[in-house]
Each structure stands twice: as structure tokens, then as C-alpha cells.
């Protein structure tokens, strides 16, 4: 008796119909990628504050590792929110379309895990920027030239000036306007010192205009 054939499997695609195969599911994948990579992003939530935010021509930061310059840009944003009447909300998306160059490239990397964290908003913005933006040689630099600010020959307008600017970028040293007044004092020269002791200003402004 004749051994039984044994029945072949149906053959399965040869290795150019696969080929074939695999190159349009490539070409699926790449056709999927570029309508996602151009789909142009959502629109904005706030158009009318975007607007209005863009009639007061806000500055653009570009990340220079220049504190001068970055609290500039944070102090100017912070007047055209007020005045625009911005939401929380909405100051990030709001401020973050002005980064330009490192800053933006900064906001890529860094932005989405930030803005997975709760209550994420306007001011902890503020305060990652100034983390990101000032190398630790120029903060050092700054606390140094603070803490040892003396009027000396200079006029009292120019120690002025020069003490609300380092004021400014140093508000952990004067957190509060009473410090802010003894550090103004104690780099007085002595006979404003000795004024400025009897007459016991409460505020800054008015410390400054006694002394001079």
C-alpha cells in the first residue's frame, strides 16, 4: 500500500510580496508622522488677551545668562498682565510664546515636565527661569557685591540706584521692607546713618529721601 502524502501547508507570501508589504506600511507610518509633525498647533485659549498682550510689544527672551536682562523681561511681563488683565492660566502659555533661541529650546526640553506638576503657573515660571538663566558664578558675584555696597564718595542718588538694582535681583537677602531698610543704612555714610537713626523711615522711599 502506497504511504499516504502528508498535506503541504498553503504557502505563505513570498519574500517579494512581503517586501512589497513592509514598504507600504513604511510608507503609512511616514505619511502618519507627517500629518502629525505639520498639523498645526492647537489654537489658544485666550486669543483676546494674546492680543492684547501683543499691542504693549512685549520683549522676547533669548536666554542670556544676563540677570539684568532676564528680570527685565519678567518685570515687563508682570506690568502687562496686570494691565491686560491675563488669567493665571494663562500667563505661561501667554509669556512662553517670547522665548526665543535658548530660552525656547530651554522650554522644549524642560516645559512639558514642568507643566505636569500641580499648580504650575506664572510665578514657579518665574522662579525655574531665574534657576536656568543665572550660572552660579554671576549669582555668587551678585550677593557678594550686595553684601558689601557702601556709599563711600559716590552720590546718595547713584548708591540708590545701584542698591535697588541689587535689591532686586537679590530679594532673598531684603525680604522685607524693614530689611531693606537696615542694608540701605548700614552703607550710608555715618552722618546720614546718624539722620536716618533719629528720624526712623518705615519705608525705603522715604529712608532714601531723608538721607539725601
Known sequence: MAPTRKQTKAPGLSSHESS??????????????????????PPSRNPEVNHKISEHRPPTFSGDEDPIILEEWIRT????????????????????FYFKHEADLWWV???????????????PLK????????????????????????QGTIPITEYYQ?????????PELVPTESTKIEKFMTGLN??????LTLRKPKTLKEAYAKAS
Not at 512589497?20 to 498647533?41: F, K, M, R, S, W
Request: hydrophobic fraction near 40%; charged fraction near 20%.
Open 20 to 41: 512589497i508589504q513592509n514598504l507600504q506600511h513604511l510608507a503609512q507610518v511616514a505619511q502618519t508622522l507627517g500629518n502629525t509633525i505639520l498639523q498645526p498647533p
Open 77 to 96: 511681563f508682570d506690568k502687562v498682565f496686570e494691565t491686560v488683565e491675563c488669567p493665571e492660566d494663562h500667563r505661561i502659555e501667554a509669556a512662553s
Open 109 to 123: 526640553h524642560e516645559g512639558p515636565s514642568y507643566m505636569q506638576r500641580p499648580a504650575f503657573n506664572w510665578e
Open 127 to 150: 522662579a525655574r527661569l531665574r534657576e536656568g538663566f543665572y550660572p552660579s558664578h554671576i549669582r555668587a558675584a551678585i550677593y557678594e557685591e550686595f553684601l558689601h555696597l557702601k
Open 162 to 170: 545701584q542698591f535697588l538694582k541689587l535689591a532686586h535681583l537679590t
Open 190 to 195: 555715618l552722618e546720614s546713618q546718624k539722620a
